[in-house]
Each structure stands twice: as structure tokens, then as C-alpha cells.
């Protein structure tokens, strides 16, 4: 059996998955780099150490599948790394009942599922790591984004409560948290109109891409992933970007109130109530 330690990551088709598969392969690990098609990367052609598998975070049957392919080929994992995700935004009345429940399936109970079927053999094999992307939207606010953050609050809440019950396993949580990194992310971000908020949104759009042009790119999520799963630390919270440092930042230092302010100010000047 190899020595080599072996990550499993969800969504390595693009962005922060993809650089993160390329980054620890690179330091010699084994790369179980799953996504919903697999298909040949020329970012991975270098890689024998990187092997590719199909896993919908939204279908068990799926994951099973995947998990169970991915242990028969490497004989272990030691870091399952929930990365998949997409963000649904616009005015929270202009999104369906539906839209909200598929963000949901994706970013929450995706996790969960996922995480579910790792955790019978972290038991087994009395260690394992379990790193999250959630977002600095999983503490901070911002407008619009509604219910994409309420499913990266949901997963932080879930991650911190679990950490406990899993300690006495040897298995530990981690949850890194980027702000604006350049990925596919904006390109999948679907965006749900209602026109009488469109000055509003306007103006946030205006403000979210100027934050995407100064974002770094997805190494940046990858080398705090990688320090994530190697320093040994039992440690829930990485900010991964120096965007999400200064808002965490902010956020313990000012009174709610104040904070508030400050996240609305940009956006209601000249706004029509
Ligand atoms: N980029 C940012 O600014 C930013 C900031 C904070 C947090 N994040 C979080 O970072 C994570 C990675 O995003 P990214 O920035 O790297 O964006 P990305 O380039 O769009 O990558 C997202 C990945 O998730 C995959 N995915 C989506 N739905 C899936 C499903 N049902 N099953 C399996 N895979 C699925 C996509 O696969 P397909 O190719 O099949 O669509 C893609 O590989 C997400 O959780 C996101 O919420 C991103």
C-alpha cells in the first residue's frame, strides 16, 4: 500500500478544486479529483498521481459509487475536501421555491451527503481531515446573496457542531473561507432578476465585479488548503484570501450595527426607498 496521504475534493473541474488537486498532487499526494463529468483536463495531464471520478454532490447514489471507487483505487483517504459549490443570487422575492431548495441540495446537504459516506472509514481508520470551502459569506453578509449565505452559514453552524462529536475519532474539521476569488464561480452564479430592485442591484453587481478584478486566483484558496491539511493544528477557521481577513477583521472589531452600516452604506446612496 502506498504510503502517499490521498484527498478526495468535490467539484475539481474548475477554480479552487482544480488548483487545489494541481497544488497537493504536486506535493506528492495521491488526488481522487471528482467532479460531475468527468472528462480529460489538460491542467491534470502531468499528473499520474491525479485520478479523476464522477460524483454528483446531489445524488447518494452517486457518492457512494464514488467514495467506493475512489477507496478501491487509492486503499484510503485522508482528507475529504467538500469544495463543490455554485451561489444563486438576486432579490430573495424574485427566487423560487425551487431555485432556493437546489442551492441548498448543492451547498448544504451536498456536504452533508458527501460527508456521511467518508465518515465510516475516518472511523475505521481512526484519523481523517474534513475541509469545507464555505465563504466569508458564511459569517459576514452582503446584500443580494440572501440565500447563498444562508447555505454557507448553515454549513459553517453544521461544521463547528460536528467537529466536537468527531474528535474522539481523530478526525478534524476545517473551514476555509475565501472572499472574491477568480474561478468559473461568477460564470456559474445564477442570477435572478426582479426589476423593480434593479438599481439597487446595479449597483452591487457594479461592486462585486470591481471586487472580482483584485481577487486573487485559485491557488491562492489552494496553498491555504494545503496548509489547512498538513499543520496539525485542531483549528475550525481559515480565512483564505485577504479579502475575507479584513472582513472577519471588521466584523470583530465594530458593533453590529456599526458593521451593518458600513455593508449597506455603498449601495443606498441615491437609492429610491
Ligand atoms: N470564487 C469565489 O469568489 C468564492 C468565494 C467564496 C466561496 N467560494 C466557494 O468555493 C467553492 C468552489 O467554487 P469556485 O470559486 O472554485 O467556483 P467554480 O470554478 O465554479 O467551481 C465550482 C465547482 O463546483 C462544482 N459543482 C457544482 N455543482 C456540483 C454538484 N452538484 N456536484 C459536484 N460538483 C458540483 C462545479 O462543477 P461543474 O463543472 O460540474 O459545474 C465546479 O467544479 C464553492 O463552494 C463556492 O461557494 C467561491
Known amino acids: 500500500m502506498s504510503d502517499k496521504k490521498v484527498i478526495l475534493i ?17 506535493q506528492g499526494w495521491n488526488v481522487a479529483a471528482t467532479m460531475r463529468n468527468p472528462k480529460s483536463l489538460k491542467e491534470f495531464e502531468d499528473y499520474t498521481n491525479i485520478k479523476l ?25 485522508d482528507v475529504l475536501f467538500n469544495n463543490a ?16 431548495r437546489k442551492q441548498f441540495e448543492t451547498n448544504l446537504f451536498g456536504v452533508m451527503n458527501v460527508t ?41 453552524g453544521f461544521m463547528e457542531a460536528l467537529q466536537y462529536e468527531l474528535r474522539p475519532f481523530n478526525i478534524v474539521v ?37 471586487s472580482y478584478q483584485m481577487a486573487p486566483d485559485a491557488d491562492t484558496v489552494a496553498k491555504v488548503a ?15 484570501t485577504m479579502q475575507a481577513r479584513m472582513g472577519f477583521f471588521l466584523r470583530w472589531l465594530l458593533p ?3 458593521f451593518n452600516k458600513m455593508v449597506a452604506a455603498p449601495f443606498e446612496k441615491d437609492t429610491d426607498k
Open 10 to 26: 468535490t467539484g475539481a473541474s474548475s477554480g479552487i478544486g482544480m488548483a487545489s488537486a494541481v497544488f497537493f498532487a504536486k
Open 53 to 77: 471520478f464522477g460524483l454528483d454532490v446531489t445524488s447518494v447514489d452517486s457518492i457512494k459509487n464514488a467514495v467506493e471507487d475512489v477507496l478501491k483505487t487509492y486503499l484510503r483517504i
Open 85 to 100: 459549490g455554485y451561489a444563486l443570487a438576486g432579490p430573495f422575492e424574485a427566487i423560487s421555491d425551487e431555485e432556493v
Open 116 to 156: 456521511r459516506a467518508v465518515l465510516p472509514h475516518f472511523r475505521a481508520q481512526k484519523s481523517g481531515i474534513i475541509l469545507n470551502t464555505t465563504s466569508s459569506g458564511g459569517n459576514l453578509t452582503f446584500p443580494l446573496y440572501s440565500i447563498y449565505i444562508s447555505t454557507k452559514w448553515a454549513l459553517e
Open 174 to 210: 476545517k473551514n476555509l473561507a475565501p472572499g472574491s476569488v477568480k474561478s468559473e464561480f461568477t460564470n456559474s452564479t445564477s442570477f435572478v432578476s426582479n426589476s423593480v430592485y434593479d438599481k439597487y442591484a446595479n449597483k452591487v453587481q457594479g461592486n462585486i465585479i470591481a
Open 226 to 240: 494545503f496548509k489547512a491539511a498538513t499543520d496539525n493544528k485542531i483549528k475550525l477557521r481559515y480565512p483564505a
Open 256 to 258: 453590529l450595527q456599526i
